[in-house]
């Protein structure tokens, strides 16, 4: 399976909120416990942040320091549409991209996430194409649930 993953959610957020907690406000929703470089390794990241511009790296920091680069931001429109290269504990040079878009709806904000390139994996694309199918429903799932937690701060 190595078509582009679609998922859409739905939180009740404008744009503009929605999109500043899927970037500023990542490391209050990730599952860093269950999804990330540091779990890998049985442990949790002290942090996960975005730098919120093009160019910019999606980072995560170990508990004992170590910066692990995920990705690299590609486009960055606020509150519109963000797009970045997706390699967590892989090298840049097998990255996938993950494009999310943000559109106002009568009851907040439809996120719209699409995650492809996978044929650069190679002999190794279907299955990790299969287990994105699973990890951006639960990693979504902990963005929508976060709405509440991140306004209120």
């Not at 999109?19 to 860093?32: C, E, K, R, V, Y």
């Not at 694309?125 to 701060?153: E, M, P, Q």
Request: hydrophobic residues 35%.
């Amino acid at each position: 399976m190595n078509d582009p993953i679609h998922k859409t959610v739905d939180v009740p957020l404008t744009p503009d909120d929605a999109f500043a907690l899927f970037t500023d406000g990542i490391n209050s929703w990730w599952p860093g416990a269950t999804y990330s470089v540091s779990a890998n390794k049985g442990s949790r990241p002290r942090d996960i942040r975005v730098e919120t511009h093009k160019g910019g790296r999606i980072i995560e920091t170990t508990k004992n320091g170590a910066e692990c680069i995920w990705g690299e931001i590609i486009a960055y429109d606020p509150g519109r549409f963000l797009s970045f290269t997706w390699h967590p504990g892989h090298p840049a040079t097998k990255a996938t991209v993950v494009t999310v878009s943000f559109k106002a709806t009568r009851t907040g904000t439809q996120c719209d996430l699409t995650h492809g390139g996978f044929d650069i994996l190679g002999p190794i694309a279907d299955a990790v194409s299969t287990s994105y199918l699973t990890a951006w429903h639960t990693v979504l799932g902990c963005f929508c649930s976060a709405k509440n937690a991140y306004i209120d701060a």
